[in-house]
């Protein structure tokens, strides 16, 4: 261990630490106290969609953030980008691993930590570092734990040696008296959670239930610095000189006395495979130091981040929140075993293709091009290898999804990837995975997209086969539904997909989901024809005859059930049955999310009424309210990072900014760990616990595209711009950058001064049009922080008067590569 380097570290502000700490647990405190308190009591004080449209108010993020506690962070996930072996910090300050989990307590005899009291919180803020903190009387223990690759580099086989790095330091914050301090470490152990094997299922509230295991009763002989289980080299640790270890079979026992303010550290390096190291590879641990090996992590992290659109705005919150979801999703792309491939998993528990299509499209949309493209390869080797669930002919052709990780090569490996626990699990239930009927038509999209984002020819003609057999499974599926009825009349479900399962439940009542599934299943259809057609493909222009007919029957069975009346949705989410438990997003919003159905539509705003009543019930923006479904549904739960991304956009597109931005800041409040970042999939007003699938990779993704629109919106061939920015991001001296952003006619990067105080602000727009065909319009929206009409606009140096002073927006030809707005005041 380099000793010098660790003094070093060691003389940081120790008190500064303490204090940043302190100030931590007083903020988690009054987090959790608010959080306790019921919706009711917030009725009156809470802001509503209503309420700050009526008034104009723009919500900001602490004043949504502070109503509810919203979810905790069950398990941030520290693994190295693509690696099979998962690595997590659990909320008592283990260290998850399928393989060689930690344990730790403090005090003597041990003593569990109370996770309730552990504070967390990120390296700078979004790096998946986690930085714990737990406060035992005048002791503070800190926990810095991240991994890395024993050989650095990237990983590109997934049999790279990864290393879990844990630092546990203890501070005395006394001021004057010398303390002493006692803590283990079992290695491998775990501690019994509602959160079992394989990890990340469950839906329990999240408690700690099992008892710390017991210590042997005799110490060890040795003195080196090995870790081991049996004869298995799991790494090594090393301590900071004044600390004394005593060693017993698989646990650790450290003893030291602290001066005021003194700091001491203890670095564990544990692999994060069953195998655990060799004698060669046990001499790389003692020689990776902890600090450098952070420095290198630190590198790799933000170069990933420098690999994709750069966003900076005037509000950390969400430039923190945006970099966290980029790389919490990283890990859940996973290299399949010695190929070529990533698979997209969701959440760790499945390949979901329609979660995953709405993972990867934002992820394209924020330049992270080569990560998608070796995602969407999965699907093209498990093409037809599972059946949706529905009345169908055939599967062959059909883009499948899966809870035992086929093909990813690591599902025969129960002993240290989730992927193998899970697939050991599920043995002989293979078929029993949920197959949605959408979810061809949801991963066509995906394909179709990565080509209008990267404009790579080369790849679709690549890819073409599988989409266009892909195609075909939906065009002949379709053939069943073409019926008419003893009238001769066309049946209502003429042309849908056969009935079938639209999400996970319902399989044994299969209908028509006219919306869930048929609006997707359509738009991936048209979107690859749309890509095959710009490439000249010859079965182009009838894959898109086929998508234009598919769209006709859709429309028409819209105009047959058409409902006016203002308490009901304004189309079924599923035909010849009542709505179900999921109508909040799988219904008529499903239409919206696909271009059916228009924001401008008066049958939006009988949508947005329906939504109000049944789901939102007055609680700040959240969208997703979920109805009591027997036990499975908590009674104040609210599924997020679902929906609210579609909502968001039809409000910017309908000019309605105070409603956007309710729903905008209420997803970064509570469809995330506020401390950790972690986008989750549903979270208890009343209780932080429920927080299942806690690394929700499509939830994030979302809010990936939530910020973006905020900033940058293209619909119908026009660039909206600002268009839901806050009025406030736009006060005198603040910024609003973006860099190398992706759209469909190529690349730009905008940025923005204001200068209000003296009457003006300026934005500077540069573009890197690759297909300015794609590219009609621009629509630049310059919202004054005080609401003050527009005097003047000049654009290059020229008077330019198209502009509306009124809409605070100014009209764009897209004729030049660089342009300089000067608006005044």
């Known amino acids: 261990m380099n000793r010098d380097r660790l003094r070093r570290r060691r003389r940081e502000n120790s008190f500064a630490t303490w204090t940043s700490g302190l100030a931590m647990s007083l903020l988690v405190v009054a987090v959790l106290l608010v959080g306790r308190i019921g919706a009711a009591e917030h009725a009156d004080a809470q802001p509503t969609f209503d309420e700050v449209a009526r008034t104009g108010h723009e919500v900001s993020y602490a004043e949504v953030a502070d109503f509810y506690g919203g979810p905790m962070s069950r398990a941030p996930v520290i693994s190295v980008k693509a690696h099979p072996e998962v690595v997590w910090v659990r909320p008592d300050m283990g260290i998850g691993m399928v393989a060689n989990p930690i344990a730790f307590a403090v005090d003597s005899p041990p003593g569990p930590i109370r996770w309730r009291k552990v504070e967390r919180c990120l390296k700078r803020g979004y790096l998946p570092i986690v930085i714990s903190r737990y406060p035992d009387g005048n002791l503070m223990y800190e926990q810095v734990a991240y991994a890395t690759l024993l050989d650095g580099g990237e990983v590109k086989t997934g049999h790279e040696k990864q290393v879990s790095m844990v630092q546990m330091s203890v501070v005395n914050t006394d001021p004057t008296e010398a303390r002493r301090a006692t803590w283990w470490a079992w290695v491998p152990a775990t501690v019994v959670t509602t959160d079992g094997p394989p990890y990340f299922w469950s839906y329990n509230l999240f408690d700690v239930t099992g008892s710390l295991p017991a210590v042997p009763e005799q110490a060890l002989q040795e003195t080196d610095d090995l870790l081991r289980d049996g004869s298995v080299l799991l790494g090594v640790h090393e301590e900071s000189p004044g600390v004394k270890v005593t060693r017993y079979e698989k646990v650790l026992k450290f003893d030291v006395e602290l001066l005021p303010g003194q700091k001491k550290s203890v670095n564990l390096k544990v692999s994060s495979n069953k195998k655990g190291v060799t004698a060669a590879e046990v001499e790389k641990l003692r020689k990776l130091d902890f600090f450098t090996g952070l420095d290198h992590r630190l590198l790799e992290l933000e170069a990933i981040l420098a690999r994709g659109t750069k966003v900076r705005v005037p509000e950390d919150t969400?430039?923190?929140?945006?970099?966290?979801?980029?790389?919490?999703?990283?890990?859940?792309?996973?290299?399949?075993?010695?190929?070529?491939?990533?698979?997209?998993?969701?959440?760790?528990?499945?390949?979901?293709?329609?979660?995953?299509?709405?993972?990867?499209?934002?992820l394209d949309a924020a330049g992270y091009r080569e990560d998608v493209a070796k995602s969407l390869r999965y699907f093209i080797k498990t093409q037809g290898m599972f059946p949706p669930h529905g009345q169908i002919k055939t599967y062959a052709g059909a883009f499948s999804g899966t809870g035992t990780f086929e093909e990813s090569g690591w599902e025969k490996d129960d002993e240290s990837t989730i992927y193998g626990a899970a697939a050991k699990k599920a043995a002989g239930k293979e078929r029993d995975f949920p197959g949605w009927m959408n979810w061809t038509g949801a991963v066509l999209y995906a394909f179709g997209e990565h080509y209008f984002y990267t404009h790579d020819r080369d790849w679709l003609q690549g890819v073409a086969p599988a989409l266009i057999k892909a195609c075909g499974w939906i065009i002949d599926e379709r053939q069943q539904t073409k019926q008419e009825d003893a009238e001769g009349q066309k049946v209502l479900q003429y042309g849908l997909l056969p009935a079938g399962q639209a999400y996970d439940t319902n399989y044994d009542k299969p209908t028509y989901?006219?919306?869930?599934?048929?609006?997707?299943?359509?738009?991936?259809?048209?979107?690859?024809?749309?890509?095959?057609?710009?490439?000249?493909?010859?079965?182009?222009?009838?894959?898109?005859?086929?998508?234009?007919?598919?769209?006709?029957?859709?429309?028409?069975?819209?105009?047959?059930?058409?409902?006016?009346?203002s308490t009901l949705p304004p189309y079924p989410e599923r035909l010849y049955q009542p709505p179900d438990w999921a109508d909040f997003a799988t219904g008529p919003l499903s239409l919206v999310d696909t271009g059916f159905l228009s924001p401008h539509d008066p049958a939006f705003g009988q949508l947005e009424e329906y939504m109000k009543r049944n789901f939102n019930r007055g609680i700040v923006g959240l969208t997703g309210g979920l109805r009591k479904d027997g036990d499975q549904l908590a009674p104040n739960a609210y599924y997020v990072d679902f929906s609210e991304d579609i909502w968001q956009r039809a409000w910017i597109l309908r000019g309605e900014i105070e409603k956007s931005l309710l729903s905008f800041y209420s997803t970064l409040a509570f469809g995330l760990d506020k401390h950790t970042l972690g986008a989750v999939e549903r979270f208890d007003l009343n209780d932080q616990r429920y927080a299942p699938f806690y690394m929700d990779a499509s939830g994030g993704s979302r809010i990936i595209g939530m910020i973006r629109q905020t900033l940058l919106l293209e619909q119908d061939r026009v660039l909206h711009l600002l268009g839901g920015a806050p009025r406030r991001w736009l006060e005198t001296g603040k910024e609003i950058e973006m860099l190398d952003a992706v759209t469909y006619f190529g690349k730009l990067d905008l940025k923005v001064d204001s200068h209000v105080d003296h009457g003006e602000i300026t934005v500077e727009l540069k573009l890197r049009k690759d297909r300015a065909e794609r590219l009609r319009e621009i629509e630049l929206r310059v919202p004054h922080p005080q609401r003050r009409p527009m005097k003047a606009v000049t654009m290059n140096g020229r008077s330019w008067s198209q502009f509306n002073p009124q809409a605070e927006v100014i009209h764009l030809l897209?004729?030049?590569d660089q342009y300089r707005v000067i608006v005044r005041y």
């Open 814 to 816: 897209p004729t030049e």
């Open 318 to 362: 969400v430039n923190n929140i945006y970099k966290a979801q980029i790389l919490y999703n990283q890990p859940q792309m996973v290299q399949a075993a010695d190929r070529d491939y990533y698979m997209p998993v969701q959440g760790y528990v499945g390949v979901w293709p329609w979660e995953t299509m709405k993972t990867l499209v934002p």
């Open 513 to 565: 989901y006219l919306c869930w599934t048929d609006s997707y299943t359509c738009q991936g259809l048209n979107r690859a024809a749309e890509a095959l057609a710009e490439i000249g493909h010859p079965e182009a222009q009838r894959l898109l005859k086929q998508a234009r007919s598919y769209c006709e029957d859709i429309l028409e069975v819209m105009r047959r059930t058409r409902e006016t009346h």
